[in-house]
């Protein structure tokens, strides 16, 4: 079939412009370090500022983020942890290193966020903690987590890597919980040149040991012992470690540190565009309006409406179909017109290396039946121009009347009217 356009499912979720491109040629043309220098620390302030944490530390993915903020958690053999089945292994990966027991809480339907009342009943006095995801930019029900956590010492960690944007009852996610992360890879609301991460949390001690972990030093405990003045040697002031190593003293070690500097470069794209943030948020949130009035139109199909008091980021763009019949059938037609869909995300306690640490089918009964009979996603992301978000309606509409076998009942007029 001859298509007229590809609408692409979202390579790059963010726009690099000018501004971009203006702080990066500062920072080449200086001679300020291009590693742990002026951009990285402006950065880390301004999101601490944005998100309301006390701090935020900056590292290289995500992922990395994901795997500090679990080292905090201290889990030892026997330990528990309650995760959600709807989100990207790396949200839950690092637990596959650890000898603790995961269980998986299902999914509220009209969120594919964790469901509460699912929650409650996997805890126990085991119980360590807990990691959500804020599914596609719509914040879970941090409320009713938290009342279940907080009383218990239930540590719960936001994975925000969806959420850069959203707005929880006049709060943003990155100061919801007791720990969040972010990720600025390529395709996430905002991009620090393509990899990049943050972590994000109040408690002093926390990102004190998040800062030594990161910068390559260990996450140790350490006592004074004053200065033995007969070893040391004369210390002039750009030295390194004379002061940590003559005048502490290592207790224990949590974890041995690693690089995870986020470079000069991608801070300082990641501070400009974290100044675009609202706009670029506010072009998902254009392109998502235009695809609710689409979907809403046809029988057997209904968009994911954020809850009330909720600011949506949509970092994806979710709806969904009454059966897998329905689904596959849509699949092929958007195919046809020029429409990427990438399904997100299969659920993770049925992948094969949560099968080997005992998990299953029938685990998590929502989860598997959104994602494997009415689970849609579509492209939704400021990347896409005018023209490919008029062909994505037109497309979606054409492909909902084939289904359905139904005409659009839009309210003002076609699909395609902005």
Not at 35 to 44: I, K, P, T
Not at 99 to 126: G, H, Q
Not at 140 to 163: F, N, Q
Request: aromatic share 6%; proline share 5%; with cysteine.
């Amino acid at each position: 079939m001859q298509q007229r356009y590809v609408v692409p499912g979202g390579r790059r979720g963010s726009i690099i412009g000018d501004r971009e491109l203006d702080v990066l040629g500062q920072l080449v043309a200086s001679d300020a370090p291009l590693s742990a220098g002026g951009w990285r620390e402006a950065f880390e302030q301004a999101f601490a500022r944005h998100v309301g944490a006390r701090h935020a530390l900056s590292v290289t993915s995500g992922t990395v983020a994901l795997e500090i903020a679990i080292r905090l958690l201290d889990l030892a053999p026997g330990d528990e942890v309650i995760v959600t089945p709807q989100t990207f292994q790396a949200s839950i990966q690092p637990l596959l290193d650890l000898d603790v027991t995961v269980r998986f809480c299902d999914i509220d339907p009209l969120t594919l966020n964790m469901d509460p009342a699912a929650l409650e009943p996997l805890i126990t006095d085991r119980t360590r903690a807990v990691i959500l995801v804020h599914y596609g930019g719509c914040p879970a029900d941090m409320d009713a987590i938290m009342k279940l956590a907080r009383p218990r010492g239930i540590v719960v960690i936001e994975d925000s890597a969806h959420a850069l944007g959203a707005t929880y009852h006049g709060r943003r996610p990155g100061s919801l919980a007791d720990i969040a992360t972010f990720s600025f890879h390529s395709t996430k609301n905002i991009t620090s040149l393509g990899e990049g991460g943050m972590v994000t949390l109040d408690r002093d001690d926390w990102a004190e040991r998040v800062s030594r972990y990161r910068n390559n030093s260990v996450d140790g405990v350490y006592v004074q012992r004053g200065t033995d003045a007969s070893q040391a040697p004369a210390a002039l002031p750009w030295m390194m470690f004379s002061d940590e190593i003559y005048d502490r003293a290592c207790a224990g070690i949590r974890n041995a540190g690693t690089n995870a500097t986020m470079s000069e470069a991608a801070a300082a794209v990641g501070l400009a565009q974290l100044d675009r943030l609202d706009e670029l948020v506010e072009r998902r949130r254009s392109i998502a309006r235009r695809l609710d009035e689409v979907v809403a139109a046809f029988p057997g199909a209904w968009p994911l409406l954020a809850p009330e008091g909720i600011g949506h980021a949509y970092h994806l763009y979710t709806f969904l179909v009454e059966d897998r019949e329905t689904r596959d059938a849509l699949l092929r037609e958007l195919d046809e017109r020029g429409v990427e869909v990438r399904l997100r995300y299969f659920p993770l306690h049925l992948t094969p290396e949560w099968r080997f640490r005992g998990h299953g089918p029938g685990e998590c009964p929502v989860a598997e039946r959104l994602w494997f009979e009415q689970h849609m996603n579509l492209p939704c992301h400021p990347g896409l121009t005018d023209t490919q978000v008029d062909h994505l309606v037109d497309a979606l509409t054409a492909a909902l009347t084939a289904v359905t076998g139904a005409a659009a009942n839009l309210r003002g007029g076609t699909a395609a009217a902005v």
